[in-house]
C-alpha cells in the first residue's frame, strides 16, 4: 500500500475544452489521486467545485464507467432524466454505454469537494457531449465537432 498525500498529488485546474465550453470548468480543481498513488487501470480525482463551477460539459461515455461521491457542500447532479440535489455522502453511478448525458453543477455558496472514479479506456472510449457540437474520439487528444472537424487544440 503506498499512501498519498493530497497535497503532493498532481494538480490540474481548468479544462483542456475549446473556448466557448471551457468557460464554466475553468476553476474547477482536481488532484489526481490515482496517478499519484501509481494506478493505471482506473482514475481517482479529488474535485473542488468553487460556487457556479461546473465538473464538465454534460457528457457520458462509450466505454468508461464513472462514479462520484459527494464528500463536502452540495451540487446539482443534471442528468438526461432531469435534476438531483446530492449533498455530503450522496453518490452517483454512470455505466459505460448508457447514453445519459451527465454533470454536476456547484450552485451553493461554497466550495464542495468530490471524489471522482472512472475506468480508463482511452483507445475505445468515444465520449459525447450531450448539449453541444463536440465529441472526444478515442486515442485523440483534440475535440471534435459531430461532423468531424477538429476543434483548435487549447489549454486553459
Request: charged residues 35%; positive net charge; contains cysteine.
Given at each position: 500500500m503506498t499512501k498519498?498525500?493530497?497535497?503532493?498529488?498532481?494538480?490540474?485546474?481548468?479544462?483542456?475544452?475549446?473556448?466557448?465550453?471551457?468557460?464554466?470548468?475553468?476553476?474547477?480543481?482536481?488532484?489526481?489521486?490515482?496517478?499519484?498513488?501509481?494506478?493505471?487501470?482506473?482514475g481517482v480525482n479529488h474535485l473542488t467545485l468553487p460556487p457556479g463551477g461546473w465538473s464538465s460539459q454534460r457528457h457520458w461515455h462509450s466505454h468508461e464507467d464513472e462514479f462520484v461521491w459527494v464528500l463536502e457542500g452540495e451540487v446539482v447532479l443534471l442528468t438526461d432524466?432531469?435534476?438531483?440535489?446530492?449533498?455530503?455522502g450522496d453518490c452517483a453511478a454512470f455505466p459505460a454505454g448508457e447514453a445519459n448525458g451527465h454533470h454536476v453543477i456547484n450552485r451553493?455558496?461554497?466550495?464542495?469537494?468530490?471524489?471522482?472514479?472512472?475506468?480508463?479506456?482511452?483507445?475505445?472510449?468515444?465520449?459525447?457531449?450531450s448539449d453541444i457540437d463536440m465529441i472526444a474520439e478515442p486515442?485523440?487528444?483534440?475535440?471534435?465537432?459531430?461532423?468531424?472537424a477538429a476543434y483548435p487544440l487549447s489549454r486553459s
Open positions: 498519498i498525500d493530497l497535497a503532493a498529488a498532481p494538480v490540474r485546474t481548468g479544462t483542456n475544452y475549446p473556448a466557448p465550453h471551457d468557460a464554466p470548468c475553468r476553476l474547477r480543481v482536481r488532484r489526481r489521486l490515482g496517478d499519484a498513488g501509481g494506478l493505471s487501470q482506473f432524466r432531469g435534476e438531483t440535489l446530492l449533498k455530503a451553493g455558496a461554497a466550495d464542495a469537494r468530490l471524489l471522482e472514479i472512472g475506468t480508463r479506456d482511452p483507445h475505445r472510449d468515444r465520449t459525447t457531449y486515442g485523440e487528444e483534440e475535440y471534435r465537432h459531430r461532423d468531424g
